[in-house]
């Protein structure tokens, strides 16, 4: 495994790969990270991670300078499974001052982008970046990040990147609690009341199924259910799976979708539902 911080040198490797599946992080990385890593291989024969935290994607009031960077550990859990490391400092990434941004469509300011103003815009566009640099064929993400997920085959399509976008199941504890890198800096009473976040979300779900149909309650009642143990919620909302836009009647394939802080930590996640 090789690691690399220059772009330089990135392009110099990976110019003669014809075969490029790739995986994009900002470390710290979980069993949901090295899940990704290992589906990777079977859509490459050169795996890429690359490990960068994007400033763009944080607000002024959150958790740039004190989210985990554990460059070597990150690394020792990608020995065998990745083939490169794209390990870039920022002013690598962002050799001057990024003026340029992609236009994104409406979605990008609900939900979690109603709460994280410009967190989108900065995600997509490090992604773009990224996948401008790796020229990958095929790129991994996260299931958990529903939102940033359907916002990325939006934009891949859009712009008719040549690249295919694969989403990564949600990898969660015994206890159902979603894995996150700011699982962390949940303390320990936290850490117990934590799945209550999916057991709601199951709860609506288990609504859905059975007939609900007045998701307007179910959602407000779901928040009320968290609110009531403790939790400051941002939404539980019941979206389309296919751009995440509110459902129509006769809607088969939705997601329930939720944002909410404990203590002071923000944890999200979400369920899909079949009809």
Known sequence: MQVIHSVAELRARLGAEKSIAFVPTMGNL??????????????????????????????????FDQYPRTLEADCQKLQGLADVV???????????????????????????????????????????????????QTALFGKKDYQQLAIIRQMVAQFNLP??????????????????????????????EAPQLHLTLQ???????????????????????LAKRGWRVEYVSIRSQQGLHKPQADEKRLVVLAAARLGATRLIDNLEVCL
């Open 30 to 63: 979980h069993a949901g990270h090295v899940a990704l890593v290992e589906q990777a291989r079977g859509h490459g024969a050169c795996v890429v991670v690359s490990i960068f935290v994007n400033p763009l994607q944080f607000g002024p009031n959150e958790d």
């Open 86 to 136: 794209f390990a870039p400092s920022v002013a690598e990434m962002y050799p001057e001052q990024q003026t340029l941004f992609i236009e994104l469509p409406p979605i990008a300011d609900e939900l979690c982008g109603a709460h994280r103003p410009g967190h989108f815009r900065g995600m997509a566009t490090v992604v773009l970046k990224l996948l401008n640099l790796v020229q990958p």
């Open 163 to 192: 690249v295919v976008i694969v989403g990564g199941e949600t990898v969660r504890a015994e206890d159902g609690l979603a894995l996150s890198s700011r699982n962390q800096y949940l303390t320990e009473t936290e850490r117990t």
């Open 203 to 225: 709860t609506v779900a288990g609504a859905i199924l059975n007939g609900g149909v007045d998701f307007a309650v179910l959602e407000k009642d779901a928040e009320a259910a």
